[in-house]
Each structure stands twice: as C-alpha cells, then as structure tokens.
C-alpha cells in the first residue's frame, strides 16, 4: 500500500535556509545542506525547498544549493518559487531537482504546464495553488504573487485545468490558515483531492499531529507539508509518524 | 564501471549522483559509439514510453542498445527503463519498444494516477532479498507474461510487478537512487555484481 508521505519545507533566501517572523522578518535557521541531511536522517519522506529570495543574485545562489543538496539527499526533493519558464525548470532539474513547482506564472500562462509535462514529464511539474476561502465558505479563490494578489479564478477549477494540461502533482496551500497552527483546511483539501485525479499535498495550518492525521485521512491528502512545527523542534518527523502509524495512517517507517 | 545511458528525456542528474555517493565509476553514453556494452548499462529515466523510444532512436541508440542486451551485457533499466524493455505500451499505442520481454505495459485502472510516493515491496524469491520502502512515480506497470520473472511485488490497488530479472537483464519499477539506504544497497547490490 502507498504511504502518506510527510514533507518538511524549508525557505532559502540567500543561500540559507529562513523563516518569516511577524509577516517578514527573516530569521536564519541554518544552512539548507545540513537541514536536508538532518530531516533525511528523521525520516521525511520528501523536502520540499522554496525560493524567497528577493533579488536576481539571491536567486542565482540557488541553482548552488540545489546542486549541493542533491549531492547529500537520498530522497526525492522538490524546487519553487518564483519558476517562470521552461528553461528554468531544465536548469533545476539539471542541478538534481526531482520536480518543480510552478504557481503564478502558470496562472499567467497556463501553457506553461504543458511545456513542463510534455518536455520533462508531468511527474516533475508539480502545481502550487495558494487558495482562500472566499464568499463565506465552500469556495476558494487562488491567490498568486505569494497571496499577495487575488485573481478570481476558482481553486478547484484550476486545478481541475492544470491537471488537465499535464500537472502530476497539487502543492495546496490554504492562504487563510497558513502560519495560523490551527489545523489544514480539510474541506479545502478534500474538495480539490477529490476533484482531480492526481496527488494532493496538504499544506497550511499544520500544528500538531491531530491535523496531520485529520488531513490524511478526513482531508484525503496524499501527502502533508509543513515549516515551523519542525523548524521549531515542536514535533520530529520520526515522533509525528510514530503518532500516525498508531492512528492507523500507512507511513513509511 | 557503468555505462549510463542518455537518451536525452530523462533526468539524469539523480542517478550520477547516486553513483557518486556509491564510489561507482560511471561514464554518460549519449550516442549509438559512446555504447560499448562492454561494461554494465543502466537506463534510468522518467517520462513518457512513446518519447523515450523516440529519444532512444534519435540518438542511434535502440539497435545498439538491443545489440547489446542480445549479446549478454548486463542491463538495469529503471522506471521508464523498465517498461521500455516490453514490446509496446498502453501510454504510447503504436509505438515498438525494444522487445526483449514478453508481456505488457498497463496503465494503472485505480486510485490517484500516477502512483507517486513510497511504497513497501515484497522479495518474490528466496535469495537475499529483503522487503522495504522505496520511491515510486509511476502511472504504467508491467505485466510480464512469464510471472516468474518478477523479484519483487508491490501492491498499489492491485498487486503489480515491481521489480524483476530475465539473465542479463535487471529491472526496478520505482527509483533506487531516490529510495533511501535501502534503494542504494539494491543499486549497489546491482553494481557489485558486474
């Protein structure tokens, strides 16, 4: 049987890997090389490393440190953030990347997906949605410029388009929870996972490891990523999966 | 030594270093000359049946290839490189594989496709095969007519063929050089045999 895979996400910026506090201020967390290895060792199943950086020469620094972590990673990883052509995503690849999650350039130009699919394969195109509830309930818009801008475009359609062009993957982030620890959106989730055909990786909200197994389960994700509860040390990955192994959740122990 | 091959589609990138971190001295064959076969292939790779056969055919590499696994050398295909060794594919009607295993290549008919994650297989065979998890990212499987050939199963919805050997031939459904220590002990299980 498949596992529910767990999927650290760690931002880099500047060759680092970073954490937002208070809405951007960025504390420096370690350097992303050591991180891989230390939530490797932990058991994650895949990481997952998001490019913030603010400038052209922070995003060169980049490529260097997808290069120098796929070096140490016997695992699958994935790169985004701010990925906006072909070329981008071949370059990424070529560095050791695994797949590439693309978000407001494909909102832009949704041919892009194609591109990715048809030239690298669908199972290295992953699509990234940020997505906010919207008119009281039960509908979500998607968000791009990182939440920053609304589109009116409906979540669940997008996703249902995207897969339709070629995405092998769904990177769901809940804009309203995200940052809040008060647990994944799962009707979120549950209605964009059950609205496609391929996989759905929660992410938002996670705080403990009740909204794991609520989101793996109830929210039918395949899949559940999270920043700060591990940055923080509040829960390892080897505990969490501990905990959803005992709550019946197949996971890779 | 290695030879790993090059068809132009698949990543490459993971395997060399999955190699790297095994001390296993590979050398990159893009083209039919660079193909000795004089040393062990391995054929890794992601994407599509139809456009890795194209890739394969563009780079003068299929007859040479198939010469080569005819005449003995030993071969590791992985993930895309496992189906290609069956005659056609589900994915890419019309399209010939390179034939050297008879059965078939199907999509999968349940559950969330393509099969991406980790996955537990079974050893099928006595031997010193042991189960664990390794990385899977597939959406086809193989179906080899003679059942015997499969070394490992793993069950997504439906048992299928995760692994298996026929002589000279090595194949891994899912992808070692991503599946932890244990997908690396397999790899180099597969090196240190040449």
Known sequence: MICKRIIPCLDIDNGRVVKGVNFGQLRDVGDPVDLARFYQDEGADELVFLDISATIEDRQTVFDVVQRVAGVLMIPFTVGGGVGSIGQVKRLLECGADKVTVNTAAVANPELIAEIASECGSQCCVLAVDARQCGGGHCWEV??????????????????????????????????????????????????????????????????????????????????????????????VAELKRVLAKEGVPVRL | MVELINFGGGNLGSMRRALERLDVSYRV????????????????????????????????????????VRGGSPYL???????????ASEESPGVAGLGLIDGEVVRFSAGKVPQIGWNRIEPLSGGSRTPGFVYFVNSYHCRPIDETLATYRAEYHIPFCAALRCGNITAFQFHPERSGP?????LKEWCDDL
């Open chain 1, 143 to 236: 968000l791009t410029h990182g939440g920053r801008r609304q589109t009116g475009i409906d979540a669940t359609t997008w996703c249902i388009r995207a897969v339709e062009r070629g995405a092998g993957e769904i990177l769901l982030t809940s804009w309203d929870r995200d940052g809040t620890l008060s647990g994944f959106d799962l009707e979120l989730t549950a209605t964009i996972s059950a609205a496609v055909s391929v996989p759905v990786i929660a992410s938002g909200g996670a705080g403990g490891a009740d909204d794991f197994v609520s989101v793996l389960t109830t929210g039918m994700a395949d899949a559940a990523l999270a920043a700060s509860i591990f940055h923080d040390h509040r829960w390892t």
């Open chain 2, 29 to 68: 064959s893009s083209g039919a000359r660079d193909l000795t076969g004089d040393h062990g292939m391995i054929l890794p790779g992601v994407g599509a049946f139809g456009a890795a056969m194209a890739g394969l055919k563009r780079a003068g590499l299929k007859q040479r290839l198939n010469e080569a």
């Open chain 2, 77 to 87: 295909g992985i993930c895309i490189g496992m189906q290609l060794l069956f005659g």
């Open chain 2, 182 to 186: 244990f997908g690396h002990r397999l």
